[in-house]
């Protein structure tokens, strides 16, 4: 039986509720751990108390070292704020920059020369995994749907702004989507723009003429 559960969040305000939901009812929220004494965890608050169980849940980084080897892509956990970067970053939490979190906007390269289905995390993956795998196969196969890349970088400034606004750091972020509709808007924002685009009536699961 648990008499007190502590949730250590290092995240910033607002991170957990906005993208996790609210913590349950029994649930004593705790900042980020400090460090561990031989008895008890120490908060960065300097609070202190002392636990029977302690369970980290450290989440993992984000390395593409087959990319990383060619130079395609430079991996530094300290760069951020660099949107309009003409090549191909990543601090481990966050690739960038990317269209809709899939083709890759460096200037070494066409954006069709490298895309990524999957990095969106959160609830519903397997539908937009579905999607972004029907948006790349349009793209490769027609390159000229896509915006310019001017266009396109402008529209990921304006979705990480979208983020800043909600009062977290898209870098931080990273390729986390909103529960709720976070998913169900970004696959159904991909079949939008190829209903708009491509001679189709595109369904997740296959094409249907018009």
């Known amino acids: 039986m648990i008499l007190k559960l502590f949730v250590s969040i290092r995240t910033v305000k607002g991170y957990r509720d906005k993208i996790l939901g609210p913590l349950p009812a029994n649930a004593i929220r705790k900042p980020g751990i400090s460090h ?4 008890s965890v120490v908060f960065v608050d300097n609070s202190e108390i002392e636990a029977d169980a302690v369970l980290l849940a450290t989440g993992y980084e984000m390395h593409k070292y087959y990319l990383e080897a060619g130079h395609a892509l ?3 956990r300290k760069v951020s704020n660099e949107t309009k970067s ?3 970053l990543c601090n481990t939490r966050y690739l960038f920059p990317l269209y809709e979190h899939i083709f890759s906007l460096s200037t070494l390269f066409p954006p069709t020369a490298l895309s990524f289905v ?3 995390a959160g609830n519903g993956t397997w539908h937009a995994n579905v999607a972004e795998s029907l948006f790349v196969a349009h793209i490769i196969r027609n390159p000229a749907l896509l915006p310019s890349r001017s ?3 402008h529209e990921l400034w304006r979705s990480e702004q979208a983020i800043r606004n909600a009062g977290i ?3 931080y972020f990273g ?3 909103f529960d709720g509709d976070g998913f169900s808007d970004y696959q159904d924002g991909l079949v939008d723009y190829l209903k708009k685009k491509v001679c189709y009536t595109v369904e997740l699961l296959g094409f ?3």
């Open 36 to 39: 561990f004494t031989r008895n």
């Open 169 to 171: 750091d898209p870098y």
């Open 175 to 177: 390729h986390l989507l």
């Open 74 to 76: 430079i991996t530094d």
């Open 151 to 153: 266009q396109m970088l």
């Open 86 to 88: 003409k090549t191909l």
């Open 208 to 210: 249907v003429r018009s």
């Open 118 to 120: 999957g990095l969106p």
